[in-house]
């Protein structure tokens, strides 16, 4: 490869490769006044590929040819052929290849002036010469200047080539002169003999092989500095396409990629530029060695080709290296943004959770405690916020950072920036302005708290005044004097004016403070009165009497009430303005009232009823400030822990076999919350005035107060769940944060002590309320929270029951429940059982429903709080609608009877007490006649359907409306008679002799209906067993035979005109005809006709014939008398049937 080549191809790569680096980078096209761009025109322009040495290697070996560097007149270059025997063996591709190389080493400039040729054939023959100088000719590529010949050495061949060269010399065709030299010397006068190499005389120093190894080294250093720059264009190309990534680990990975090809280029390129140093310094060593060295023409192209491509391979590793700082920075820039835009997602969206969490502190509080314990949880909920803001505050910063630095990006980030300054700052100053509103509210709250504490204290002191000793002038004084001595007190503990309070704490007075206040003043104003109407008073009885005065106590204050006071409070509320004028329209009664009656009773009964107004108002205070810190309690529990069972935060520390089960720990706190918070205490709250009256507040919310028994049914597993995991971690971080020195199972009790506690302040204000107007409903109150009690701790038995397969909410309400001896008498079953069963009672506890009654076996538990409740074992039911009772057993004043199925089965019970035996007998009766009254309207509703709907064999000439209006009459008459049922005690209707207690079901025989002493609203059997008892019964549906009956209701419509039966007619039953009829004879009457079946089964009921007396069964208790019902058949639509009541 020719020195113009390598130029040629370095110079290409160059002004190839460096503009478009230069053109990525600055975006502009490289300048053509580069200076070096002057070899710009030198690219080669043949057509023909190019050779390089390392492709003709072997053939340049052959030394045929070879170009030493020496350089002839003008600068030609010099190319020598030396001596070469087989040189006509040359094959014509070869040494075109050879000579084509050799002309392209030097530059154009040197080998446009031509080529001088030296060929030594000074041992070859004339004929050789010849042929030689004629391929040479055909062959030679470049231009020649001049073609020197060593003509052969021997005589004869010399002469021989003098000769033929001038008679032959037209035949070479070559435009140059052929000069034909005998000699070295005459050579050197052509050529100066520096130039000339050794073999040829000269003193140049040429090794063939060096200068092969040296031009393979050149060339293949000039192709790497191609490849170079071609591979840093590509990869400079792909950087520059390729597209930023729109999250942070694609980045990442791009940014590492390209690090990595940044770094494999710059490595070859490294490599590239220490092998042209090491070509550069093999070129230079023999001058380094010896100064004194001359390079030749060639080795000078050399060096200076190394040293262009050098530069310029220099010059193209600059240019990447600042596109790729360039581009480096725009990846970084890239990650930092895109790590800026995932951080902001992030603390954006903590920021929009504190925002909502801090809008939900709306709440200004009800209490100062309920206040404080709001700012505890502000102020704890701004600690955790602050890092989140901090951490906001730092990415906008660093936001800020990237647009100082000029982040190509900055539209973007701007923005962003802004919007989180704004929250942050939003935030901040929403929770400063929530901070103040609540510490006005705290504000407010001690202001209202110290004047409610000092009207407190103002009551108390008039109501500790002894009455007697201020009768006294000394005793007056004295009193006075405390009296005026707690007034200085109020100073800075009463509201002085209430629109002064309405303007300084305008923003935050909601609708229910701003009443509290009006209640606080009122109150204030209130016991202000008290006590200017004391003062009076007592100045009179400490001014110096001059005849004797009979003292009289100071007059009551306005709210206080009388025994005589007039009923203007209404049960229904009344608003704040209606409370005032009646306050005042009452004050105005009760001063009337109050003069008569000082002057009937004197000033003690008064000072009395004034102490008791002051007692009762005590006890509303205690009540309602009880009932703030209850339901304070409840929103602290509720929030504390209840809430943060759902909090995410917090989630890591419950156990995993506590989550999900908030609504057994809990049970129904959060609706016993919002009752007492929403209702009750409101409505407590407008009594606070009439504290007497506060047994209807009770009485209007009773049947919310059916919400504990559902409360304390899950407390049993409320408490096994919290002693599972009492030591979790959850809960004493719960406790740490509510600052509370009491454990969560503390709390979860509070409901259950809550509902206790309002009987107990019920009855201290029934105890100071006797002679009030509310004092019924304080009674009433009072029956209705023990019942509740009383049903709570019921039901609290009842679910302990186990072994039923039922459901019990079907057996209806639990009415009693309780533990007794029972002992078991049955018609059916082995003797030995029977005779056992007299004598060995059985511990069973007994759940009285209203459809059922449940017999268990009672069993102790082990283990730890409600774990220690006993469990009851279901043996067996009796249901109640084939149940009778008998109330009084011989020898046992705490035995009674309950019977079952026509006395199949007898169950012989044992209270406790009498007392608890009278409390038992007279709940069933209860039932027992309920069921009574149900199954006879249904039945005297059946009865008119059947009679104005069967048809008959023969018309009646009664009137269906006449009939139908008298039967209604009827029917109203025996409600009537029902209705007086509810008070039945030991005796019955006085229609019929007194001989017994209670209901029994009717036998078959009249004499067994007398002997049984109890009663029933039974007739259908239900069979029941025991595991410990043979029991059971049945019966079959009752059939008409023929024989006397007693007419149980009246009855105007049959087959015979004018055939009608009254209640108590005696009829007969003398035969059965056909289509269900039967003929009988009223023999009250002496009447007879036909009547349906269904009928007469309603007409005569359970009553038995005469003629079966003789065939009675004799019963175990004498001298009673059973009254029994059935609606056995309630429920069949063809017909229903019950017997009267029996004397």
């Not at 030396?82 to 002309?103: C, D, G, H, R």
């Not at 203007?568 to 005032?580: A, D, I, T, Y």
């Not at 009249?1006 to 029941?1024: F, M, T, Y």
Request: charge should be negative; aromatic fraction near 8%; glycine fraction near 6%.
């Amino acid at each position: 490869m020719s020195q113009r080549r390598l130029l040629r191809e370095g110079h290409e790569s160059h002004f190839r490769i460096l503009p478009r680096f230069i053109q990525i980078l600055h975006g502009r096209r490289h300048s053509r006044n580069n200076p070096r761009q002057i070899c710009s025109d030198e690219i080669m322009h043949q057509d023909i590929v190019p050779l390089y040495a390392a492709d003709i290697q072997d053939q340049l070996k052959k030394q045929f040819a070879y170009l030493s560097g020496g350089r002839g007149g003008g600068g030609c270059p010099v190319i020598t052929f030396p001596e070469y025997p087989a040189f006509s063996e040359i094959p014509e591709k070869e040494f075109q290849n050879v000579l084509t190389y050799l002309t392209s080493i030097p530059s154009l400039q040197d080998a446009g002036i031509g080529f001088i040729l030296v060929i030594d054939r000074r041992q070859d023959k004339w004929t050789s010469v010849k042929a030689s100088i004629l391929r040479i000719a055909a062959s030679f590529p470049g231009n020649l200047q001049l073609v020197l010949v060593l003509r052969p050495t021997g005589f004869f061949h010399r002469a021989l080539s003098d000769i033929a060269f001038k008679f032959n010399k037209d035949e070479f065709k070559m435009k140059v002169p052929i000069i034909m030299l005998g000699s070295v010397s005459e050579l050197q006068g052509y050529i100066d003999k520096t130039q000339l190499t050794e073999d040829l005389g000269g003193t140049l120093d040429y090794c063939h092989n060096r200068w092969l190894s040296r031009r393979t080294a050149i060339e293949g250093f000039a192709q790497k500095v191609k490849q170079t720059a071609q591979i840093l264009q590509s990869f400079g190309t792909e950087l520059a396409e390729t597209e930023l990534p729109n999250d942070v680990q694609s980045t990442s990975f791009l940014l590492a990629t390209h690090t990595e090809k940044k770094d494999k280029m710059k490595e070859d390129i490294r490599l590239a530029l220490q092998q042209g140093d090491d070509i550069l310094g093999g070129i230079t060593k023999p001058v380094t060695e010896n100064p004194e060295y001359k390079l030749n023409q060639d080795q000078l192209d050399n060096q200076t080709t190394i040293e262009r491509l050098l530069a310029q391979l220099h010059e193209t590793e600059t240019a990447f290296d600042e596109f790729w700082i360039k581009h480096q920075q725009k990846l970084e820039q890239c990650l930092r943004l895109r790590n800026f835009e995932q951080n902001f997602r992030e603390v954006k969206a903590a920021l929009d959770i504190v925002s909502e969490r801090l809008s939900a502190f709306t709440d200004v509080g009800n209490s100062c405690s309920h206040v404080e314990h709001i700012l505890s949880d502000l102020a704890n909920f701004e600690e955790k916020s602050c890092e989140t803001i901090a951490k906001a505050r730092m990415l906008a910063s660093e936001g800020d950072a990237f647009i100082q630095s000029n982040h190509y990006a900055v539209d973007s980030i701007l923005p962003k920036c802004s919007e989180l300054h704004h929250l942050c700052d939003a935030l901040t100053t929403e929770t400063e302005q929530r901070r103040n509103l609540l510490n006005k509210s705290l504000e407010l709250h001690s202001l209202l708290e110290k004047s409610m504490k000092w009207c407190d204290e103002g009551i108390y002191l008039l109501a500790s005044q002894p009455v007697d000793k201020c009768q006294s002038q000394d005793g007056a004084e004295s009193a006075l004097q405390e009296i005026e001595k707690f007034l200085d007190t109020g100073t800075g503990n009463k509201i002085k004016e209430l629109n002064k309070i309405y303007r300084e704490y305008a923003h935050i007075l909601n609708d229910d403070l701003k009443e509290h206040v009006q209640k606080v003043f009122q109150k204030q104003e209130s016991m202000e009165e008290m006590f200017q109407k004391r003062q009076v008073s007592l100045k009179k009885l400490a001014a110096k009497q001059t005849r004797p005065v009979q003292p009289v106590a100071p007059r009551p204050e306005a709210f206080v009430k009388s025994p005589c006071t007039s009923p203007g409070l209404q049960r229904e509320f009344v608003s704040n303005s209606e409370s005032s004028a009646l306050q005042r329209v009452n004050y105005r009664r009760g001063k009337s009232e109050m003069t008569e009656l000082h002057q009937s009773r004197g000033g003690s009964a008064m000072d009395e009823e004034e102490n008791l107004a002051v007692l009762r108002q005590h006890v509303i205070n205690e009540l309602i400030e009880t009932e703030r810190a209850y339901v304070e309690e409840l929103l602290c529990v509720l929030e504390g822990y209840a809430a943060e069972m759902d909090n995410p935060l917090m989630a890591h520390l419950i156990p995993p076999e506590l989550q999900n089960k908030k609504d057994i720990l809990f049970g129904n706190m959060e609706e016993i919350y919002h009752f007492h918070n929403r209702i009750f205490l409101r409505e407590l709250e407008y009594y606070v005035e009439y504290p007497e009256l506060v047994g209807r507040c009770f009485l209007d919310q009773m049947e919310d107060f059916q919400i504990y028994e559902k409360y304390c049914q899950n407390k049993p597993r409320s408490e096994s769940l919290w002693r599972q995991f009492s030591d979790s971690v959850f809960f004493q971080e719960c406790q740490r944060k509510l600052d509370h020195k009491l454990s969560l199972d503390s709390y979860l009790l509070k409901p259950v002590q809550r509902i206790t506690k309002y009987q107990l302040l019920l009855k201290e204000m029934l105890k100071y309320s006797k002679n009030c107007e509310g004092a019924e409903d304080l009674q009433e109150a009072l029956t209705s929270i023990l019942g509740i009690l009383k049903a709570v701790n019921d039901s609290m038995h009842q679910i302990a029951i186990t072994g039923y397969d039922g459901n019990l909410n079907e057996l209806g309400k639990l009415l009693m429940q309780g533990s007794f001896s029972v002992w078991t008498d049955h018609k059916k079953g082995h003797s030995k059982v029977k005779d056992l069963a007299r004598f060995k009672p059985m511990q069973r506890h007994l759940f009285l429903h209203e459809k059922a009654v449940l017999f268990c076996k009672k069993r102790e538990e082990n283990g730890e709080g409600y774990e220690k409740a006993p469990s009851y074992s279901y043996k067996h039911s009796l249901n109640m609608a084939a149940v009778g009772i008998t109330e009084n057993v011989k020898g046992d004043a705490k035995k009674f009877e309950i019977w079952y199925n026509a006395r199949e089965e007898v169950y012989i019970i044992q209270a406790p007490t009498p007392e608890v035996k009278a409390t038992w007998v007279n709940e069933i009766r209860k039932v027992l006649t309920s069921q009574l009254q149900a199954c006879r309207e249904a039945s005297q509703h059946r009865t008119l359907e059947h009679t104005q709907s069967l048809p008959l064999p023969t018309s009646t000439c009664t009137s269906p409306s006449r009939n139908h209006i008298r039967n209604t009459k009827k029917m109203e008459e025996r409600k009537a008679d029902l209705a007086s049922l509810e008070g039945y005690g030991t005796t019955v209707a006085p229609k019929y002799p007194e001989k017994g207690k209670g209901w029994a079901k009717t036998s078959h025989s009249l004499d067994a209906s007398e002997e049984n002493d109890g009663w029933s609203s039974a007739e259908d059997p239900l069979n029941s067993s025991d595991a410990e008892e043979e029991g059971g019964g049945g019966g079959g549906e009752m059939k008409l035979t023929p024989g006397k009956y007693t007419v149980v209701t009246d009855y105007e419509k049959g087959v015979a005109e004018e055939f009608t039966m009254k209640s108590g007619d005696l009829v007969q039953l003398i035969r059965e005809g056909e289509d269900g009829l039967w003929y009988v004879k009223n023999l009250s009457t002496g009447r007879e006709g036909w009547i349906p079946a269904n009928n007469l089964l309603m007409l005569i009921g359970n009553s038995k014939s005469a003629q079966s007396l003789s065939s009675s069964e004799s019963g175990t208790a004498s001298s009673t008398l059973s009254t029994s019902s059935s609606c056995s058949d309630s429920c069949n639509a063809s017909s229903t049937s019950f017997s009267d009541i029996k004397g």
